[in-house]
Nanobody
Framework: QVQLVESGGGLVQAGGSLRLSCAAS????????MEWYRETPGEHRDFIGS???????SFADSVKGRFTISRDDAKNTVYLQMNSLKPEDSAVYYC?????????WGQGTQVTVSS
């Protein structure tokens, strides 16, 4: 069983930045991709972006150009850098790791952007 632990959430003013971390309890190189999602109360958990083993990234249109994802395989950690934050970015952010056999989620970290 792999554990994913997100950190770095908090309260930030609109226009500010935060960097979220997702630390895995085992090698992230075993996963096809590491992904970030976010969820607001009463809404679906929405895809934000992903990074694959080669370091290629993809993003939802809503965050493209503002968010970046990076990985440090030596630390088994993935990062979500969020810039130019907007109040509508407020949500609980979740990390996900998957391969053809397994799918793991972290516990989430709250991000609140004040206007």
């Amino acid at each position: 069983q792999v554990q994913l632990v997100e950190s770095g959430g908090g309260l930030v003013q609109a226009g500010g930045s935060l960097r979220l971390s997702c630390a895995a309890s085992s090698s992230i190189g075993t996963f096809n991709a590491m992904e970030w999602y976010r969820e607001t109360p009463g809404e679906h958990r929405d895809f934000i972006g992903s990074i694959d083993r080669s370091g290629s990234t993809s993003f939802a249109d809503s965050v493209k150009g503002r968010f970046t994802i990076s990985r440090d395989d030596a630390k088994n950690t993935v990062y979500l850098q969020m810039n130019s934050l907007k109040p509508e970015d407020s949500a609980v952010y979740y990390c996900n790791a998957w391969n053809i056999l397994d799918n793991y989620w972290g516990q989430g970290t709250q991000v609140t952007v004040s206007s």
